[in-house]
Structure formats: C-alpha cells, structure tokens
T-cell receptor, first 117, second 117 residues
C-alpha cells in the first residue's frame, strides 16, 4: 500500500513570495490533515478535511494560508505572502475513519521543508 | 483542554541500555495516547497507541508503554537500545473536536534519542 505522498520535499523562497505544497493521501482515506512542525517543536494542526469539506481550520492563519481538497483526494496548502516565521516542515497526514476510534490512526507523509529567507 | 509534556528534549543512552522516554498528559476526557517516531527527513511513524484497553501497550521495534492514570503518564520504554533507535520521539494525546471536527492529536515537543556505541 502506498503511503502519503508529498511534494516538493524542499523549498526555499524569499519572504513575501508565495508557495504551494501538494499532498496525496493513502487511497480511500477520507480524512486529511495539514500540520506545521517548527524546528524543536511537535507538529501543530493547521487544517483538517473530511472528504472535500473543511471540518476544522481554527489554527490556520487565514490571512496568508489557504488549503483546498477539491475532489476529496489530493490537497494543496498555499502560503501567500510568506513570512520568515513560516519556515518549518509541513506535514500531511491521512486517516481512514472519522471520529474517535482506536482504528482512526493518522499516517504521515515525509513532509515539505520550507525555508523562508 | 488536552496537553502533553515530554520531559527531556534530548536523551542519550548506550547501546544495549534501557530506553526510557517520559510523557505526561492532561486531558479533560479519558485519553487516547500515542507514541510516534520520526527519523531524520522522514514523516512520523506510529509506534504504539493506548485506546482504553490494556494499560501495557506493546508496539513495533520492541517498544512498549504503560498507561498510568494515577500518574497521568504514558512513558515509553525499550529494554535494550539499538543504534537504529536513534530518532525523535513524540507523545500525543487525542482530544475532542473543536466545533464539528473529528478528534485530533495534540503533540508534545518531542524527545531526541541518541544511542552511543
């Protein structure tokens, strides 16, 4: 079974530029998550999708970050314009089930490492 | 509110020695708890999970963790460290959704494990 795919693996941009990350979840997984992992910290949830709908974006800085999952499969996360403090690894995860069950495990991609100069 | 505290941002052990990584949690509801491992330049991989069944949970690669409600702890152990165990380890607690969302993970800041030959 293929895992969660993310691209690009690395991205270097200057502040005020825009950037986009792509995620392809595990086939059949309805729930998709985007996390931000700043160096030295644990992942922080940015946004959660159930199929193609947003179920929680309370921690997404909406003035500069946006995300979509148009067909309920792939997802893109965009930052425009980027700030220095956006330098981080952006992780995508997916899970099969909805809700709080012991089987609702999140599977993570390798992440995109963003450096904003 | 749910939170996780990992004691020690960096732990060093000798090869063959006991590995003990500490995690304490705070949760307003009976928690589900997880340990993930992150190897350099890779995503997070699930080691083990506690979902209110047996309090001693066995995971992959010889790791296990014990849920102690009285101590609000979920420490990760392995009897004998291998060089391949060198990685960063994250403890996470599953928390109730905000709004209409599903249960989500709150991560600790991580503990980097070094194994000395």
């Amino acid at each position: 079974e293929a895992g969660v795919a993310q691209s690009p693996r690395y991205k270097i941009i200057e502040k005020r530029q825009s950037v986009a990350f792509w995620c392809n979840p595990i086939s059949g997984h309805a729930t998709l998550y985007w996390y931000q992992q700043i160096l030295g910290q644990g992942p922080k949830l940015l946004i959660q999708f159930q199929n193609n709908g947003v179920v929680d974006d309370s921690q997404l800085p909406k003035d500069r970050f946006s995300a979509e999952r148009l067909k309920g499969v792939d997802s893109t996360l965009k930052i425009q314009p980027a700030k220095l403090e956006d330098s981080a690894v952006y992780l995508c995860a997916s899970s099969l089930l909805w809700g709080r069950t012991g089987k609702n495990i999140q599977y993570f991609g390798a992440g995109t490492r963003l450096s904003v100069l | 509110a749910q939170s996780v505290t990992q004691l020690g941002s960096h732990v060093s052990v000798s090869e063959g020695a006991l590995v003990l990584l500490r995690c304490n949690y705070s949760s307003s509801v009976p928690p589900y708890l997880f340990w993930y491992v992150q190897y350099p330049n890779q995503g997070l991989q699930l080691l083990l999970k506690y979902t209110s069944a047996a309090t001693l949970v066995k995971g992959i690669n010889g790791f296990e963790a014990e849920f102690k409600k009285s101590e609000t702890s979920f420490h990760l152990t392995k009897p004998s460290a291998h060089m391949s165990d060198a990685a960063e380890y994250f403890c996470a607690v599953s928390r109730p959704p905000s709004g209409a969302g599903s249960y989500q993970l709150t991560f600790g800041k991580g503990t980097k494990l070094s194994v000395i030959p």
